[in-house]
């Protein structure tokens, strides 16, 4: 008979991952329609701390067995000051970047909290140092079957991979502090109005205001959207972490963008995880920010009306995941009314949202596109790069259509950069 107790400690922190995995499943499907949103998000965001946390403890373990078992050894012994400050140090750590959701949840406000912003650190410290100590191990795995020194080896290992840790937080750190790059791309569109040669959209992504992002930040990134002088604003998803009543004071900024012919918003994940998207459509609304909830928008020079582009944006996928109501992707119902001897533009969150649009449409002509943050740092970036279908950058998907994806203009939870950097993007039209 199977027997828990006989589990190693690994093995029973799987299981319990497995069994909220499972539970968040079925909360999905079976129990969504029997709740009320408000209560679904605040079973979805138990759920998710759970799954989160069942995760990091299975990294946790193997932490805290390299760096302070392996280090010092598993015999008992008599522990010195240096010994026991570093225990406790590797337990700060641990905890802290176990506590890093719940301040997504507790610690909300106009500015970044700084334990937010430490417990954020922390867990980015601790997915780089998780990766080194498995890499560098799985090495010298493979380069040596002798067990002569092991040991001494396992040692050089793990002293390594906290150097290059230390090394990669600190350049995260300060990469993701700078203000973002401004990126300009031309892109040629099939059918573009003369009137609209040059249309200037600068596109945003992936802002995240939230425990990390405040209103400081958005600030800088208004200015700098200003100073560009845009026809076109376009914010494609994942504008916020939290609700409405917790960072209005924070987005106010929003207010001050300036854009000739508009400022636009389709929804991201993050913001349906919220659970509180209507009252983001109506916040944005008053900040003369016209939300793309499945529709599009006639764009054109003043006089020009007969010289338009059709700008159109998605819900994001995971609305229907979440079974959101009045929400989910409908590419036909975006597009009804755009004509086919006009060009089309996409707003859609998610890269395999946009290969989904193309599949149905392929007369769209360009689809702008953020969600993977270019993997925000290593090494997410190879899981980024690996689970999406467009990852970065320009795409020609073919002939007529192009696909643009920005790796995102803040950055999530994590306040690090590693292998990207934050972006501003200045996309220019031009007829082919």
């Known amino acids: 008979m199977f027997g828990f107790a006989r ?3 690994e093995g029973k922190v799987g299981l319990a991952t497995g069994v909220v995995f499972f539970s968040m499943l ?3 499907t079976l129990l969504s329609d029997l709740v009320d949103i408000e209560t679904r998000a605040s079973l979805f965001r138990v759920q998710f701390l759970l799954f989160i946390n069942s995760l990091l403890l299975l990294g946790s373990l193997y ?9 010092y050894g598993s015999r008992p012994a008599p522990r010195t000051w240096p010994h026991r400050c570093w225990r406790a140090a590797v337990l700060l750590l641990l905890v802290l970047a176990h506590c890093s959701y ?6 909300v406000d106009t500015e970044p909290h700084w334990l937010a912003l430490l417990s954020y650190t922390c867990l980015g410290v601790y997915i780089i140092l998780v990766f080194f100590l498995m890499a560098f191990s799985c090495v010298s795995r493979l380069w040596s079957s002798s067990s002569d020194g092991q040991d001494g080896s396992a040692i050089g290992q793990t002293v390594l991979a906290l150097m ?15 203000p973002p790059q401004v990126v300009e791309v031309e892109v040629p569109v099939e059918k573009l109005p003369a009137s609209m040669d040059g249309l200037k959209i600068v596109l945003l992504s992936d802002i995240h205001l939230g425990p990390t992002i405040g209103r400081s930040k958005l600030q800088l990134i208004v200015t700098m959207v200003n100073h560009l002088e845009p026809d076109v604003v376009v914010i494609v998803g994942d504008l916020t972490d939290s609700q409405v009543s917790r960072l209005r004071t924070a987005a106010e900024p929003l207010g001050l963008i300036q854009a000739r012919l508009g400022s636009y918003f389709a929804t991201g994940n993050h913001d349906y995880y919220t659970a509180d998207v209507e009252s983001w459509f109506e916040f944005l609304s008053s900040k003369g920010i016209q939300p793309l909830h499945n529709s599009h928008a006639r764009v054109f020079r003043p006089g020009q009306s007969q010289d338009w582009i059709c700008l159109a944006g998605v819900d994001d996928l995971e609305a229907s995941m979440l079974r959101y109501p009045g929400h989910g992707m409908d590419i036909e119902k975006a597009l009804s009314g755009c004509s086919k001897d006009n060009p089309i533009v996409l707003l859609a969150h998610q890269p395999h949202a946009a290969k989904k649009a193309l599949q149905q449409r392929p007369d769209i002509n360009l689809v702008l596109s953020g969600h993977t943050h270019a993997g925000q740092m290593f090494p997410l970036t190879l899981l980024a790069f690996l689970v999406n279908p467009y990852f970065c950058g320009l795409y020609r998907v073919s002939e007529h259509t192009m696909v643009y994806v920005t790796p995102g203009t803040g950055y999530y939870g994590i306040p690090m950069r590693i292998g990207s950097r934050a972006e501003i993007t200045q996309i220019i039209l031009r007829p082919t």
């Open 63 to 71: 932490i805290w067995k390299r760096l302070v078992r392996r280090l």
């Open 26 to 28: 079925i909360s999905r």
């Open 164 to 178: 290059v840790t230390a090394l990669l937080t600190v350049y995260g750190l300060f990469n993701a502090a700078q």
């Open 102 to 107: 719940l301040s997504m949840f507790y610690l």
């Open 7 to 9: 589990l190693s400690a």
